[in-house]
């Protein structure tokens, strides 16, 4: 008797802590009339590598700078997609509890952030709808706004504004079948106009994930092969159309690691199942986490910029990273093309 009022007291604390935090939250909400709840972001500067703080190279890759990010801020973190706009100079996330944060950056000095940060709801969120706006991937869509994919209820959505209610964009692929907690983890849009949808998980017995070429009328499902035991995170367009995919590992026994994977233009355009040319990998001792956002910026000099983000999980095991990398292209890729995966 004695245990099981423990557990319905214990049950009946959290329910309350998780109404109280809900209700705070949208009085905060409705008290700054959809501007941001404002706060700091402290900075700790970090190497490439902790065992090597000389090092500036990781495969393809010239490390800018890094920074491990923290604030007093129960919604900080947990961020899975990220836009860098305004040449570099804003940076916007999502995270898995529905909310936005936005800051102004400079990458090129130490202290990062030029402005407060600000963490804005999703318009709509209420307290049975947390867990539809689980957000895992964010990009600035050839019509200027914003397209957001969510997991657990799997689908797009597109807002004018972060503080604007989004409203769901449809398109012809059929992700039914993937699984609650594997959903559109990464996604980006081709010069085109056609989207390319990453599932985090569902490979079949070639090893496949599925990936959808989509857009509102048409669709065709091909395929990737993975690096064994990665998984897509993020993914974003370079201007020759190639795709920059950004990958993750976790295991208790391995512990955490990363991936840039480059995929060509024309093995995408031809509707083949892909395997991609990898640009780096990082693991510990390099600085690396739960990699899940990425955003590039082409330089004028040829180079990209790419910003990678790492997802804490609001867990105090890990840290929410902001690393940044430079990249430039000097090679032909020659792509690995498999069968071809007929559409669906």
Excluded: C
Excluded at 243 to 268: N, W
């Amino acid at each position: 008797m004695r245990n099981k009022l423990l557990v319905i007291g214990i049950i009946v604390f959290s329910l309350l802590a998780g109404v109280s935090s809900y209700f705070g939250r949208q009085h905060l909400a409705a008290e700054l009339e959809g501007k941001g709840v404002p706060f700091n972001v402290r900075v700790e500067k970090l190497p490439l590598n902790e065992e090597d703080p000389g090092l500036f190279k990781v495969g393809e890759l010239t490390y800018m700078r890094g920074w491990a990010l923290t604030a007093d801020n129960d919604d900080f973190g947990g961020f899975s997609g990220m836009v860098v706009e305004d040449d570099g100079k804003k940076l916007i996330a999502v995270n898995d509890k529905g909310d936005w944060f936005a800051a102004h950056i400079d990458a090129g000095k130490d202290t990062l952030f030029t402005s407060p940060g600000s963490i804005n709801s999703f318009a709509g969120v209420g307290l049975l709808a947390k867990a539809s706006f689980d957000a895992e991937s964010i990009i600035r869509a050839q019509d200027g706004k914003y397209l957001i994919s969510f997991e657990q209820d799997h689908r797009l959505m597109t807002t004018d504004t972060i503080a604007g209610e989004p409203v769901e964009y449809p398109v012809a692929a059929d992700y039914s079948e993937m699984a609650r907690n594997g959903g559109l983890e990464a996604i980006t849009q081709l010069p085109n106009g056609d989207l390319l949808l990453f599932a985090e998980h569902g490979q079949d017995a070639k090893g496949s994930l599925p990936v959808w070429i989509t857009n509102k009328e048409t669709s065709r499902r091909i395929g990737f092969i993975p690096p064994a035991n990665y998984s897509p995170t993020d993914a974003a367009t370079l201007p020759n159309g190639d795709v920059l995919l950004l990958m993750r590992h976790y295991s208790p026994l391995d512990g955490v690691s990363a991936k840039v994977i480059l995929l060509a233009a024309e093995g995408i355009a031809a509707g083949h199942t892909l395997a991609g040319y990898e640009l780096a990998h990082l693991e510990p001792p390099y600085s690396v986490d739960n990699m899940e956002a990425m955003d590039i910026v082409p330089l004028q000099d040829g180079r990209i910029r790419i910003y990678m983000m790492s997802d804490d999980n609001f867990s105090l095991r890990q840290r929410t990273l902001l690393l940044v990398f430079d990249w430039k292209p000097e090679h032909k890729l020659v792509m690995k093309v498999y069968d071809e995966v007929k559409p669906d």
